[in-house]
C-alpha cells in the first residue's frame, strides 16, 4: 500500500517535472488538452541535428559525383549557385551582428531555395540508368529532408514568436511564399557537380546560422 | 611550417639582391607548391607553401576569388611564420572559395605553382584542448583516473560558431599501444580498468564537426599508486577467507542437524548411526556450497577478468541463504570491466514510456553520475532481500549507477515476465560463459559469476521495485520460486509460506530451494533441476555465443508464446559505439548523456 502510493507520487513528480520543463504554455494543434508541448531547447537541438545530417547527405553525394564530373578550368571560373543572390553573413562577425529574426529568415530563404532544385535533381537521378542506386536513395532523403527542416525551422520560429523572442517574422506565409517563387530553374538543370557543390555550402550555412540562433537564445545548452 | 621570424628582411635582402646582382639565377625558379591551409577557428587562415627544387626568390603570392576577376596578392606574409600567408579576420570570408597559387620569380622567369582551391569552412583543424588535468580517484571497485581539459582558447564554442567534439587516449607509460576514448562535447572523461603502481599517460585532442583533428596536448603522467591494493590478490585473500566461512557456516549447520538428531534420538547408540546417515551426500546444502567453492575458486583463477569486488557485500551475502542467494559472493575475486555486460543485455527498442510505465523511474531518477551507491527508492533492505537469488541492495545499487541506459534495460526486462517456465532448464553454464565473456560493469560481474547470464542482472535488478507490488513476506532468507502470476510478476516465497507450492511447479515441491540460474529474455525463470541438463543447455548456449544474443538463446525452446522482450538491447546500441575504443577500460557513463 505505502510502496503503491510512493510509487505514484514518484510518478506524479516525474510528470510534472517534464511537463514543467517544456515551455511555459503548452501549444498543442487543435487545442488537445493534456498534450505537450515540445521545449524550444528540444526544437533547436531536433533542427541542428536535422540539419547535420542534410550536410553529410550532401557532402556525401558532393563526393561521390566530384569522382564522375571533374570540372575543367572553365567550369570553375564560371561557377555560380542559384541561391547567390540571397544576402547570407559569410563570416563569424557579420553573422552574430544579425538579429534573431534576420537570421531566421536568411535560413528559412535557404531552405525554400532549394526545395525545388532538389527535388529536379532527385528525379533526373532516378531516370539515368547508370547512377546508382544508392545515391539516388541519398539525394531523395535529401530532397526530403529540406522540407523537413523547413518545416522545423518554422515550427522554431513560431516558438520563439510565441515566447516572445522574435518579433513578426515578416508576414509569416506571405513571406514563405514569396520565397517559393524564385526562379531557379535554368541554372541547376544539368550541372550536377556544381549544384551539389552550392547546395553543400549552403547546407553548411544553415548548420551554422541554427547553431548561432540556439546558442544566442539558449546559451546553456551545451554551448 | 616554420615559426621562424624575420622573413621580411630576408625579403627585403632578397629584392635588394635581385636589383643589384641581375644576373643571379640562371633559369626560371623551380616550381612552388602550396603545401596546405588551415584554420584554427574558422575565422582566420594561413596557407604554407614550399618553393620548388631550383630555388629561386619567390615574390609573390596570388589568390583569386572566383566571383571576381581582380588578383589579390597575399596581405601578410609574416603573421604566421616563414613561407606562409596569414588571412586576418577581415580577409577571410567563409563560404567562398579561394584559388591560390604561389608564385616564384626570379629575373629570369616565374614560376606558378598549382592553384588550390580552399573554402575555409573545411579546412578547419582547431589548437589543442588546454589544461588537461588528470587526477586518480578511487571508488568501490578501484582506482580510475578524471581527465579534465579546456577548449582551445581560440575557437570560440560559446556563440555556436563552432562545435568541437574531444577524444583522449591513455596507455601505460611502458606500453605501445593506445586506448582511444570518445568524450562527444563534454570537457572530461573518466577512465576506468586501471592497474595499480602504474604509470599512466594521458592525451587529449579535438575536432570540429566537420574538419580536422587537432594535434594531441602533450601527454600527462600520472602514476597510480600502490597503495590503491592490486584488487585481485586482495580478493584472493577475502575469497580464501570466504570459503573457509562458508564451509564453516556448514559445518555449523551440519552441527545444528546433529544435535536435533541427538536430542531427539537419546539412545546413545542410535545416535552414531545418525550421524552416519547425515553423512550421505543428500544433505541438500552440500551440493551448493560445494558448487560455490568450486565457483569461488574458478573466480580466483581467471586474473583476466578481474572482478571487482564489493568488499561488504561478501560477509553481508554469504550468511544470507542457502540456496541461491549466497551464489552473490561469487564473482568478488576479480576485477572487472564496466561494459560487457550491458551489451549482453540491451536491446534496441526500449522507451521511456516503459520506463515509467512500469513505475520504474525511480530507477532513472536514481542515476547518478558519480560511481556512488545512490538510494533505491522505495525500497528497503527487507523487501530486497526478498529476492535473493542474485541480489542484496548494495549489489543492485552498484547496478544501477553504471549506465543510465542499462537501468532503463534493467527496468524493461522484468515487468514483461508473461511466461512461467515449469521447464527445468538452465542455460550457459557457469564456467562456460565465464569464458567468453569480457564483463566490463563490475557490480554485475557478482551476478554473472553465479550465473553466467548477464540477462540475469538486468531482470533481478528490475525486479526490486516491482517487490513492492508484490505480497512477501518480509526479511526470510530462503525464497521459493513459486509462479510467475498474471500481472507478470514474479512471485517468490519465504519457505515458511503455508501456502505451498505451486502446481505449475510441481516438480519442485521435493525440494525446498530451487536455485534461478537464468533468466532469460523470454522473461522465463530458469531454475536449475538438474545438472545434466545444464551441461546440455550450457553447451548449446555456449556455441550460440557468438552469434546469438544470449538473451535470446531460449527463445526457441519455448513452447508457449511468450512476449519478446526487445527492449533491453536498446541503451547497447548507444553503449556500444562508445565501446568501440574502449576495449578493456570502462565506459563514462554520463557520456551518454552529452
Known amino acids: 500500500m505505502l510502496e503503491m502510493s510512493k510509487t505514484v507520487s514518484w510518478l506524479t513528480l516525474l510528470c510534472v517535472s517534464v511537463t514543467v520543463r517544456g515551455a511555459p504554455a503548452p501549444i498543442c494543434p487543435h487545442g488537445h488538452p493534456g498534450c505537450q508541448a515540445i521545449s524550444l531547447a528540444d526544437l533547436f537541438d531536433r533542427v541542428i541535428q536535422h540539419s547535420s545530417r542534410m550536410h553529410g547527405l550532401s557532402s556525401d553525394l558532393h563526393s561521390e559525383f566530384e569522382q564522375y564530373f571533374i570540372p575543367n578550368k572553365i567550369q570553375i571560373g564560371t561557377r555560380r549557385c542559384h541561391t547567390s543572390n540571397i544576402v547570407t553573413p559569410n563570416g563569424k562577425e557579420n553573422a552574430t551582428k544579425l538579429a534573431e529574426e534576420e537570421l531566421t529568415e536568411v535560413i528559412l530563404k535557404l531552405l525554400m531555395a532549394w526545395g525545388e532544385p532538389l527535388a529536379q535533381f532527385h528525379e533526373s537521378m532516378t531516370q539515368h540508368a547508370d547512377y546508382n542506386i544508392y545515391s539516388s536513395n541519398k539525394a531523395l532523403e535529401m530532397s526530403d529532408m529540406v522540407y523537413e527542416l523547413r518545416n522545423g525551422v518554422q515550427k522554431v520560429a513560431e516558438k520563439m514568436q510565441l ?33 551539389l557543390h552550392c547546395f553543400r555550402r549552403d547546407s553548411d550555412k544553415i548548420q551554422s546560422y541554427l547553431k548561432i540562433l540556439k546558442c544566442r537564445i539558449l546559451p546553456e545548452n551545451g554551448c | 611550417m616554420g615559426i621562424s621570424s624575420g622573413p621580411k628582411p630576408f625579403l627585403t635582402v632578397g629584392v635588394l639582391f635581385i636589383l643589384l646582382s641581375p644576373a643571379t639565377g640562371f633559369s626560371a625558379p623551380g616550381r612552388p607548391r602550396v603545401i596546405s591551409c588551415r584554420s584554427p577557428e574558422k575565422e582566420t587562415f594561413t596557407c604554407w607553401w614550399e618553393p620548388g627544387d631550383d630555388g629561386g626568390v619567390i615574390a609573390f603570392i596570388f589568390f583569386l576569388f572566383f566571383s571576381s576577376e581582380t588578383i589579390y596578392e597575399c596581405p601578410d606574409y609574416k603573421t604566421a611564420g616563414e613561407n606562409s600567408c596569414f588571412f586576418s579576420k577581415n580577409d577571410t570570408s567563409l563560404w567562398v572559395n579561394y584559388n591560390i597559387s604561389v608564385v616564384a620569380s626570379n629575373d629570369m622567369g616565374k614560376s606558378v605553382s598549382e592553384p588550390v582551391e580552399v573554402d575555409v569552412v573545411y579546412i578547419v583543424q582547431p589548437n589543442t584542448p588546454e589544461s588537461v588535468m588528470v587526477s586518480v580517484l578511487e571508488d568501490n571497485h578501484g582506482p580510475y583516473l578524471r581527465v579534465d581539459w579546456e577548449k582551445p582558447q581560440s575557437a570560440d564554442t560559446r556563440s555556436g560558431w563552432i562545435t568541437l567534439v574531444y577524444q583522449l587516449r591513455v596507455k601505460q607509460a611502458k606500453d605501445e599501444t593506445w586506448e582511444e576514448y570518445d568524450a562527444g562535447m563534454q570537457k572530461y572523461y573518466k577512465v576506468f580498468s586501471l592497474h595499480s603502481g602504474k604509470e599512466y599517460m594521458v592525451q587529449v585532442r579535438c575536432k570540429p564537426d566537420h574538419g580536422f583533428w587537432s594535434e594531441w596536448t602533450t601527454p600527462v603522467y600520472i602514476q597510480i599508486s600502490e597503495v590503491l591494493t592490486n584488487n585481485c590478490s586482495r580478493w584472493a585473500i577475502i575469497m580464501y577467507y570466504k570459503s573457509i566461512q562458508t564451509s564453516r557456516f556448514f559445518w555449523q549447520h551440519f552441527l545444528g542437524y546433529l544435535l536435533l538428531i541427538l536430542v531427539s534420538y537419546p539412545q546413545n547408540g542410535k545416535s552414531e548411526e545418525m550421524f552416519n546417515a547425515l553423512v550421505i551426500p543428500g544433505f541438500p546444502p552440500t551440493s551448493t556450497y560445494e558448487d560455490l567453492l568450486v565457483e569461488y575458486l574458478e573466480v580466483y583463477d581467471d586474473e583476466k577478468r578481474e572482478l571487482v569486488l564489493n568488499e561488504k557485500n561478501l560477509i553481508e551475502g554469504s550468511m544470507k541463504s542457502k540456496s541461491t542467494s549466497s551464489d552473490n559472493d561469487s ?51 527487507g523487501k530486497v532481500q526478498m529476492w535473493p537469488s542474485v541480489f542484496s541492495s548494495p549489489q543492485s545499487h552498484n547496478f544501477q549507477q553504471q549506465h543510465p541506459g542499462g537501468l532503463r534495460a534493467s527496468h524493461h526486462s522484468v515487468p514483461e515476465i508473461s511466461c512461467v517456465s515449469p521447464h527445468v532448464q538452465t542455460c550457459c553454464g557457469q564456467q562456460d560463459q565465464l569464458e567468453g565473456f569480457q564483463f566490463s560493469k563490475p557490480g554485475l560481474y557478482r551476478y554473472a559469476q553465479m550465473y553466467s547470464m548477464d540477462t540475469i542482472e538486468c531482470k533481478h535488478v528490475a525486479q526490486e521495485p516491482q517487490s513492492q507490488s508484490q505480497s512477501q513476506s518480509q526479511s526470510a532468507e530462503y525464497v521459493e520460486v513459486q509462479t510467475v502470476n498474471q500481472e507478470n510478476v514474479l512471485l517468490v516465497t519465504p519457505l515458511s509460506n503455508p501456502e505451498g507450492p505451486n502446481p505449475e511447479l510441481s516438480d519442485f515441491s521435493g525440494e525446498d530451494y530451487s536455485k534461478v540460474r537464468d533468466v532469460t529474455s523470454d522473461n522465463v525463470l530458469l531454475l536449475q533441476r538438474d545438472l545434466s541438463v545444464s551441461q546440455f543447455v550450457g553447451d548449446y548456449c555456449q556455441d550460440q555465443i557468438g552469434q546469438v544474443d544470449p538473451c ?32 578493456n577500460g570502462y565506459v563514462d557513463t554520463t557520456m551518454m548523456m552529452s
Open chain 1, 163 to 195: 515566447l516572445g523572442i522574435i518579433s513578426n517574422l515578416l508576414n509569416g506565409q506571405d513571406f514563405l511564399e514569396g520565397l517559393d517563387a524564385v526562379d531557379s530553374s535554368e541554372i541547376f538543370s544539368v550541372d550536377y557537380p556544381n549544384l
Open chain 2, 331 to 381: 564473482g568478488r575475486g576479480s576485477c572487472d570491466s564496466r561494459t560487457l555486460l550491458m551489451e549482453k543485455c540491451v536491446d534496441e527498442s526500449g522507451t521511456e514510456q516503459e520506463l515509467s510505465q512500469y513505475g520504474e523511474a525511480s530507477w532513472a531518477s536514481s542515476d547518478s553520475e558519480g560511481r556512488d551507491n545512490p538510494a533505491s527508492p522505495g525500497l528497503e533492505d
Open chain 2, 552 to 583: 535470446f538463446l531460449q527463445q526457441q525452446q519455448q513452447e508457449q508464446t511468450c512476449k519478446l522482450n526487445a527492449h533491453l538491447h536498446h541503451p547497447a546500441s548507444t553503449l556500444q559505439e562508445d565501446m568501440r575504443l574502449a576495449e
